[in-house]
């Protein structure tokens, strides 16, 4: 059975900053494409980061480039998110999902919730 | 970047009927399109992919045809399970985007 089991969300104030981290199993974490996804409270769905199987690429949407960064360490199969100068629009449940054929997503965990007030 | 418009926002239909759902991309994508289905308190499930193709163990009743700019997700007859809101994705060029969701409900 494949799973994401995200982790490292939480209460944070304006500034502050988390790791969120993405465990996989089930799959062949190494040879996935994977990116971060969030929806914020009643919204609809917004691209975070991406991040190729071997980490020789990755891209981040405009609004957290410079203050987030994507990473994987395919040894224990994570997948790990830094964010940093976190915003109150920020606040969003926090998915990481499996990228298909360069980029939809497949597989996706239940998402961690992030709330910066 | 890519705006996608999905239409309707909501769309009230009954088990049994047919159900058609529109994206729009703001320029061509080829059929670099997705469509995925979000049930309350439920992470998005992949339905769609390459405009057309269904993902592993998705029933035959929903299917997804267009390209370029133009995109369509049917469903061919509501089962009770399918109401929830439905968001297309591009994958053509970054950053890579969603629409904004048409949630069907049940008449």
């Known amino acids: 059975e494949v799973q994401l089991v995200e982790s490292g969300g939480g209460l944070v104030q304006p500034g502050g900053s988390l790791r969120l981290s993405c465990v996989v199993s089930?799959?062949?974490?190494?040879?996935?494409?994977m990116g971060w996804v969030r929806q914020a409270p009643g919204k609809g769905l917004e691209w975070v980061a991406a991040?190729?199987?071997?980490?020789?690429?990755?891209r981040h949407a405009d609004s957290v480039r410079g203050r987030f960064i994507i990473s994987r360490d395919n040894s224990k199969n994570t997948l790990f998110l830094q964010m940093n100068s976190l915003r109150s629009d920020d606040t969003a449940i926090y998915y990481c999902?499996?990228?298909?054929?360069?980029?939809?997503?497949?597989?996706w965990g239940r998402g961690t919730v992030v709330t910066v007030s | 970047e890519i705006v996608l418009t999905q239409s309707p926002a909501t769309l009230s239909l009954s088990p049994g009927e047919r159900a058609t759902l529109s994206c729009r991309a703001s320029?061509?994508?080829?059929?670099?399109l997705a469509w995925y289905q979000q049930k309350p308190g439920q992470a998005p499930r992949l339905l769609i992919y390459?405009?057309?193709d269904r993902a592993t163990d998705i029933p035959a009743r929903f299917s997804g045809s267009g390209s370029g700019t133009d995109f369509t997700l049917t469903i061919s007859s509501l089962e009770p399970e399918d109401f929830a809101v439905y968001f297309c994705?591009?994958?053509?060029?970054?950053?890579?985007?969603f629409g904004q969701g048409t949630r069907l409900d049940i008449k």
């Open positions: 089930g799959l062949a974490f190494g040879s996935s494409d």
């Open positions: 390459d405009a057309s």
């Open positions: 991040i190729t199987s071997a980490s020789e690429s990755s």
């Open positions: 994705q591009q994958r053509s060029d970054w950053p890579l985007t």
């Open positions: 320029e061509s994508i080829s059929i670099n």
């Open positions: 999902a499996k990228g298909h054929f360069r980029w939809a997503f497949d597989f």
